[in-house]
């Protein structure tokens, strides 16, 4: 029956697997046996007015599972606890091994009870005595019946409960647990090979027709197929949050097939039968209502595998695109998607029938999954004109028909081209998308001709950099002042910004003022502030001017004057619009807002004190300190909470702020933003002044009820994460450690995590800088990165922690974890990662969570990847190894952090690498263009052409994403290159 549900899986099983899952799950099934037999014989006692003792086989059978399970189990779960554990920790280990010792124990009276009471009479005769007494006591029915009976109803019904309850997180981890343990052991054995056997596989190694090495074949045990192969079509299990628990089991196995089939490794005929057992319950099942749900992991899978084997996967794929299911239908397409760009199949698959019938289906989502197949494809390209040809196409045939309901379809669309803007801007025809500023079908959702006319405008807005003379101004001025909709006038005003960086027209720099102070929307108002700021980055507008009723006034000028306008409304979005500004002006304008300060209007107070706060540090020095201290005297609650924050601010940039001002203020009681502000500000005022504002802080926290959660005890934490990140005190680190580790409320266990992760990440910014650390009063500092990660580790051992807290402190463990790669002994460079692996899998014992296993994944990566930038002699190994190390950690955000973290260490090597296999994995993620700036920076000094083109690519990102500094930035390395 179980084959009949999985077809194909008998080519991967043996008479010695099969065996082996017998007796699995025989002895996993011996104590529920034992346990029910139990309760029938207790029942049967009770009707037949007496007790019968336990068989002996029944005793043998509990005794060998109690001895296989209950230790092993005991070992695996509480052997090598940390001492900073909680003491219930202890006493229910303890509790645990003496009720296996006791259970042992009578399993032996039951089956020789005078041999047992013989040992203890010669050895110690008092238990001997007990036992004795225990034993005419057992003979009792009255005494006997319940306590069995109870005992066998618990194990039954707690059987039966995690048997049926086949939807919970339990059994959910137990399968993900089953799936890890299916090929871990395979490809580490692998990994560990790599460097051991580099000599010998050096020998071995053989020419391809490439002229490059090819890869050895390295032997290590058989991954298990049958538990990977069925766990990729498991059936969903929606829990009573309706969250499908099976999810990361699938996505588990799809990553492990994946790699496995990638590997040379791997015989042909093992993929063979992989790619057919995928597409038996792929592409070739026939659904039914017994068997309705396809596997999106399995058909990502072939994806994939097709990626490295296209003749075995893409052929089947094409030829069933034809058929009426329309969901499988778009899981094939979004595998095509994964393989096009990177098989070179491009053509082949943007001509076949099967793909223009998709593109022409009258259901929506075979359309959109055609075209969203068509983008992924793209992406992978370098060349996106083909794929960009069958959209022009497509949009132009939508625009002319015009038919009913094609408004959405236009909508993908749009979509799907904004993505592909990035790849090749200046291939990207603006002409075509001017049309769609007009498109109108009959009958047309309203809603979906407002997200058309939002995206057409977006990709303008991105567009109006590289063909600022094709984008019609004069129709986006009118949308960007006239139309009804705030968010069409949000994006116009988007684009009349990116215009003015390339084309400064006066009257575009004069819509976008007058928007920032009469416009209605406050986002609308927010997007011309950042227009206008992003302009004077790039040009530098110290002296900039706009023209404003007919006169040329100064920028800066302009705002600083509208705040006294007697219009509060203009008045208040003129300070709002300074805030974004001023920074960008190297004028110290202090002195004229020093007056408003000193004023009555108390909002204008706010808006001036906020824009200080803003300013760089050669500002805040010249703020009169006396003025916001007599302020903090006579003012509102409202306003004395802005200035004492102002004060933190002011205290990070300079040592002379008065604490012990701010610190009267950290038992205000009339408002509670102003006590909240006011602990903020301290730990600001702490990197400064660090002895002082740690004892104000711990003394604080000592009269605090930390059992209750509260928004200022969080803000306590966070205070001393930030003076610690810079001054690493000993005793903030012991606080924040007996919080974790305490009996603290587990939901703010969290900000206690950030803080420790933020000076965790001080700390190794210090060594990399070689910083001294020196005593500060009677504050020393004496811990290192490692003590840190020590913290999280118990952390994850303890019981009952929130999954948020969890997974906050593994994201701590796997920013800090880079560290250990470098930090170890050269001839044992895996030592400190090995043993955090091991407090891992003891920390999975305790709380059974995937992040914790991606934190161990990620120290499986960390080892390869320094196998690949080490190796220096065998390109097999230097490949091997770097496959692992995308496979193990295939996030590209996670590479970015450790090359920006090897960057601090002063370790070029290790953070190129980095960046490059992070923009291998994401290309066009948030972090693409710092890692192209980066790689620039790296290799300016050795290969200029490189970092110029570098710098190009991210200075057109940094584009996309609207980070204008980031462009500057580029451009001013650019053109010190090119003066060299």
């Known amino acids: ?372 197949s068509i983008v992924d494809i793209g992406l992978e390209l370098n060349d996106i004109m083909p794929v960009l040809d069958v959209l022009y196409e497509l949009i132009d045939d939508a625009i002319a028909k015009a038919q009913p309901l094609s408004e959405h379809f236009v909508e993908t669309l749009l979509q799907s081209l904004l993505k592909l803007c990035i790849k090749q801007p200046a291939s990207v025809e603006v002409e075509k998308f001017i049309g769609v500023l007009d498109f109108k079908p009959p009958r047309a959702d309203v809603d979906a001709l407002n997200f058309i006319l939002h995206d057409t405008l977006r990709i303008l807005a991105y567009l109006a950099h590289y063909s600022p003379n094709k984008i019609p101004v004069k129709r986006i001025i009118e949308l960007a002042t006239t139309d009804a909709r705030s968010f069409i006038r949000y994006i116009a005003c988007d684009i009349l910004g990116n215009l003015l960086l390339v084309k400064p027209e006066p009257e575009i720099l004069s819509v976008l003022v007058k928007g920032s102070l009469a416009d209605p ?107 916001l201290y007599k302020r903090l005297e006579d003012t509102s609650d409202a306003t004395r909470a802005e200035i004492i924050r102002l004060l933190g601010y002011l205290g990070q940039a300079r040592p002379d702020v008065d604490m012990q001002i701010v610190a009267k203020f950290l038992s205000y009681t009339k408002a509670p933003e102003v006590r909240l502000n006011a602990i903020f500000a301290m730990g600001k005022i702490g990197t400064k002044q660090p002895a002082n504002a740690t004892g104000l802080l711990l003394n604080l926290l000592g009269r605090m009820n930390k059992a209750k959660r509260s928004l200022e005890l969080e803000l306590v934490y966070e205070a001393l994460g930030v003076i610690g990140s810079v001054h690493p005190f000993d005793e903030i680190i012991t606080t924040l450690e007996q919080s974790i580790m305490g009996d603290m409320n587990p939901f703010s266990k969290d900000v206690v995590a950030k803080a420790l992760k933020s000076i965790g990440q001080g700390l190794i910014e210090s060594i990399g800088m070689k910083k001294e650390r020196k005593t500060q009063g009677t504050y020393k500092m004496t811990r290192l990165p490692g003590n840190i990660v020590m913290i999280f580790l118990n952390a994850l051992q303890l019981k009952g922690i929130p999954d948020e807290v969890i997974d906050i402190i593994s994201d701590g463990i796997q920013d800090l974890l880079p560290y250990f790669l470098i930090a170890g002994d050269a001839k044992k460079p895996f030592e400190y990662l090995d043993t955090l692996h091991s407090f891992l899998v003891q920390a999975y014992n305790s709380n059974f969570s995937h992040e914790i296993l991606e934190t161990m994944d990620r120290i499986h990566s960390l080892k390869a990847f320094k196998l690949y930038v080490d190796e220096e002699k065998s390109l097999m190994v230097k490949a091997s190894a770097k496959f692992y190390a995308k496979q193990y950690t295939p996030d590209g955000v996670q590479f970015y952090d450790q090359g920006m973290l090897f960057k601090a260490l002063g370790q070029d090597r290790y953070a190129l690498a980095s960046f490059e296999i992070a923009l291998e994995l994401d290309p066009t993620e948030y972090f693409a263009p710092r890692c192209h700036q980066e790689i620039g920076s790296i290799v300016q000094a050795t290969d200029a052409a490189r970092a110029m083109k570098e710098y190009q690519i991210a200075s057109d990102i940094f584009l996309f994403f609207d980070d204008i500094a980031g462009m500057k930035e580029c451009a001013e390395k650019m053109a010190a290159l090119r003066s060299k």
């Not at 927010?526 to 920028?555: F, P, Q, R, W």
């Open 1 to 372: 029956a179980s084959n009949r549900a999985y077809p194909g899986i008998k080519k991967f099983q043996n008479p010695v697997s099969n065996m082996m899952g017998l007796i699995k799950l025989a002895i996993g099934a011996i104590p529920i046996i034992i346990a029910a037999y139990g309760l029938y014989s207790s029942i049967s006692a009770v009707l037949e007015g007496g007790a019968t003792p336990k068989t002996g086989t029944s005793a043998y059978l509990s005794l060998l599972t109690t001895v296989v399970f209950g230790i092993m189990g005991f070992f695996s779960r509480f052997w090598n606890k940390k001492s900073k554990t909680k003491s219930i920790d202890f006493v229910f280990s303890g509790y645990i091994m003496v009720a296996i010792m006791l259970n042992i124990l009578i399993n032996f009276m039951s089956l020789n009870s005078a041999q047992v009471l013989g040992q203890f009479n010669d050895q110690i005769p008092f238990i001997g005595d007990i036992l004795g007494s225990i034993r005419d006591m057992l003979t009792q029915p009255a005494y006997t019946l319940p306590i069995i009976t109870l005992q066998n109803i618990i194990t039954v019904a707690y059987a039966l409960i995690i048997l049926f309850q086949k939807n919970s997180d339990f059994q959910a981890n137990i399968r993900l647990g089953a799936v890890i343990g299916a090929y871990q052991m395979a490809s580490d054995k692998n990994l560990g090979k790599l460097k051991k056997m580099e000599e010998k596989l050096r020998k071995k190694i053989t020419v391809n027709t490439d002229g490059m090495p090819s890869e050895v074949i390295l032997k290590g045990k058989a991954p298990d197929y049958v538990t990977i192969l069925k766990s990729i079509v498991l059936e969903p299990g929606l829990n009573k949050f309706g969250v499908d628990v099976n999810e990361p089991v699938r996505a588990k196995a799809r990553q492990y097939l994946a790699l496995i089939a990638q590997q040379k490794a791997t015989k042909q005929a093992d993929i063979d039968k992989i790619v057919a057992y995928l597409q038996a319950h792929t592409v070739a099942k026939e659904r039914t209502a017994k068997h309705s749900f396809l596997s999106p992991e399995a058909f990502l899978c072939l994806g994939e595998i097709g990626k490295k084997h296209p003749t075995t996967v893409l052929d089947p794929l094409l030829d069933n695109l034809s058929g009426g299911d329309l969901l499988k239908k778009r899981y094939i397409l979004n595998a095509l998607g994964l393989m096009g760009g990177q098989t070179g199949k491009i053509k082949e698959i943007l001509s076949k029938q099967e793909v223009h019938d998709a593109l022409a289906s009258q259901s929506y989502d075979v359309k959109n999954a055609a075209v969203l």
């Open 521 to 627: 929307d406050d986002d609308v108002r927010a997007m011309c502030n950042e227009s206008i700021t992003e302009y004077c980055t790039h040009t530098d507008g110290e002296s900039e001017t706009v023209v404003i009723d007919g006169k040329h006034v100064g920028l800066l000028d302009h705002y600083i004057a509208r705040l006294d306008d007697a219009d509060a409304f203009t008045a208040e979005n003129a300070s709002e619009a300074l805030k974004t500004l001023a920074r960008e002006y190297s004028t110290n304008i202090y002195k004229r807002l020093e007056p408003k300060i000193a004023g009555d209007n108390e909002e204008l107070v706010r808006d001036c004190v906020y824009v200080l706060s803003t300013l760089d540090d050669d500002v805040m020095k010249s703020v009169s300190l006396d003025l």
